[in-house]
């Protein structure tokens, strides 16, 4: 080999090269390609799909961001504020030794303390249990509701019965009053009295059919419903015999303002037309006051329908409210706002992050400080590192997350600590954004020196007793997360990548948390089972020279239609 190596002329070869640069590039291309095509070929030759098979696991998630730096010179650390507020009490001097924990200060928190027990409040009463007075009025506000909206369908039911009593005669009197010949306001007679009293006439007759033919079709309905009528059909009828009822009502109004026009109109009646004009003054008086209480009564009978199935139906969630409990959901909800307001509370006091000596205090009682206030430095015997976070990390990251250091100096050594320290405004380099940190260790090393390069892994999130999964085995489409599980489970799973007689099927799950390499199961799955973390299709092999565009150079497509290139890979659904 060497022999041969050294009969190449590589001067020539370079010279060529920078000479025929397109023809070296494409011969470079194909060179690398078909070096692909061979290793890739060692892939799965089966003929048989096979899969890379995972389990879902219970324990503890942890999630992190990794940072480099270097042993920090320096050793005091400015203790900055987080929140706005009058500064109400200091309990350190310059020069005292204080321990890890030990308060330094403290920010006016009324109204930081009054929104978290609000928030505390709001929690209670989600997870208190159902009072017995609550249970005992609920459950009386249900039965009240079922006898209202019972009463509701006896009253329309009577009322409608009620109006039947009442309409046949009116409809009867105002035909006869207003049709054939002898009627008072019929077509013949009102004749006499001029056009405008026809006018009044004529619109009185089309109120009255239109009355007549309500009346006419209500019969058949009315005469088919009864007590034991689904309710749909009660509340139907109410409806209708209102709207009958109404028109009616309408037809007598329209037939008195005919005759009111007629007796004011025309003062040389003959006592004959003046005593039937009294007649029919009278008859209308009657029937409008038998009409407008049915009239009344219905429509209060068609509010109280449509109130009472629905104020049952509200009676009844309340009572299933308090016997189910709160929502899981609106728990975790108020959980998570005490959390949060615990967290801003717990900002207004200013503690020790480590063991140290209190260096300065730039501020006094009376003052008001803001977010990045220096409140007091802190010396620390202690050893620090000062890393670098670009912004996306240093969102993640907060004062007293613990961290664990390596050093390139220190083969094997690794050493623990906490964020002490966290830049609240970044640095810009080259359009880049990053946020000093500082970790103070937990444990000095005398082999660990100033200056030296370390690379620190930030725990942001610990999730413990929670399911998981390797992240690959997670999928997504247009209706969420997914996973592709054996039913029934392989026997002996390999996860170097076995076949199965049953293939995959699709399960939806539902996600939470993840890291690097593994994602939280919130729903969806149990421990022990089993997952596909990844598919491996089987390939053929080829004796056709392969195409850097990815069709052999019979014209078929890579690892389809007839090519026989030899593919492997993952897939995924």
Do not use: C
């Amino acid at each position: 080999m060497k022999k041969f190596i050294s009969k190449i002329n590589f001067p020539k070869i370079k010279t060529y090269v920078l000479a025929h640069k397109v023809i070296s590039v494409v011969v470079l291309l194909i060179i690398i390609f078909i070096g692909y095509k061979i290793i890739s070929g060692l892939g799965n030759t089966s003929g048989e799909i096979k899969y890379v098979v995972g389990t879902v696991e219970k324990g503890n998630l942890l999630s992190s961001v990794s940072s480099t730096g270097t042993v920090s010179s320096s050793d005091q650390v400015d203790l900055k504020s987080k929140v706005s507020g009058d500064i109400i009490s200091i309990v350190v001097k310059s020069g005292q030794e204080v321990k890890k924990g030990e308060v330094i200060a403290r920010i006016d928190s009324t109204d930081a303390y009054n929104a978290l027990r609000s928030s505390q409040i709001s929690l209670e009463k989600l997870t208190q249990a159902a009072d017995e007075t609550d249970m005992i009025q609920a459950q009386n506000s249900l039965s009240d509701a079922i006898n209202s909206d019972s009463q509701a369908y006896d009253n329309g039911l009577n009322d409608v019965a009620s109006a039947f009593l009442v309409v046949p005669d009116v409809i009867t009197g105002l035909d006869s009053m207003l049709g054939g010949l002898g009627g008072f306001l019929s077509s013949n007679n009102v004749l006499y009295f001029g056009d405008t009293a026809r006018q009044y006439r004529d619109q009185a007759g089309t109120s009255f059919n239109l009355a007549k033919d309500k009346y006419n079709s209500l019969l058949s309905e009315y005469k088919t419903v009864s007590r034991t009528s689904a309710s749909s059909s009660v509340v139907a009828l109410v409806s209708h015999t209102y709207d009958m009822a109404k028109a009616v009502s309408q037809a007598l109004k329209d037939t008195k303002g005919a005759l009111d026009y007629i007796k004011n109109q025309n003062s040389n009646q003959t006592a004959s037309q003046i005593s039937a004009m009294d007649s029919a003054s009278t008859n209308l008086s009657t029937w409008t006051d038998k009409i407008n209480p049915r009239l009344a009564s219905l429509l209060s009978d068609k509010s109280d329908l449509s109130q009472s199935s629905g104020n049952i139906a509200d009676k009844q969630a309340v009572l299933a409210k308090l016997i189910r409990g709160a929502d899981p959901l609106d728990i975790e909800s108020a959980q998570l706002a005490v959390d949060i307001k615990y967290k801003t509370y717990s900002d207004y006091t200013i503690v020790a992050p480590f063991d140290g000596v209190i260096g300065r205090i730039p501020v006094k009682v009376g003052d008001s400080a803001s977010n990045g206030t220096v409140m007091a430095t802190i010396i620390t015997k202690e050893q620090m590192a000062d890393v670098s976070l670009n912004e996306v990390d240093a969102a993640k990251v907060k004062v007293g997350d613990k961290a664990t250091l390596t050093f390139d100096a220190v083969e094997g050594l690794t050493l623990t600590g906490v964020v002490s320290d966290l830049d609240l405004v970044g640095t810009t380099n080259q359009g880049v954004v990053n946020y000093g940190a500082k970790i103070v260790f937990d444990t000095n090393d005398i082999r660990v020196r100033s200056g030296m390069s370390t690379s620190a892994e930030i725990i942001t999130n610990v999730l413990t007793d929670v399911l998981y999964v390797s992240s690959s085995a997670v999928k997504t489409d247009d209706q969420g997360s997914y996973v592709l599980v054996f039913n029934p489970p392989l026997s002996n799973p390999m996860n170097t990548g076995t076949p199965s007689a049953v293939p995959p099927t699709s399960k939806s799950v539902e996600i939470g948390a993840s890291n690097d390499t593994s994602t939280e199961i919130k729903s969806g799955l149990s421990e022990g089972d089993q997952v596909v973390t990844r598919t491996i299709n089987p390939t053929t092999a080829t004796t056709q020279a392969p195409s850097i565009f990815g069709a052999t150079t019979g014209g078929a497509r890579t690892g389809t239609g007839t090519g026989n290139v030899r593919v492997t890979g993952a897939t995924g659904r």
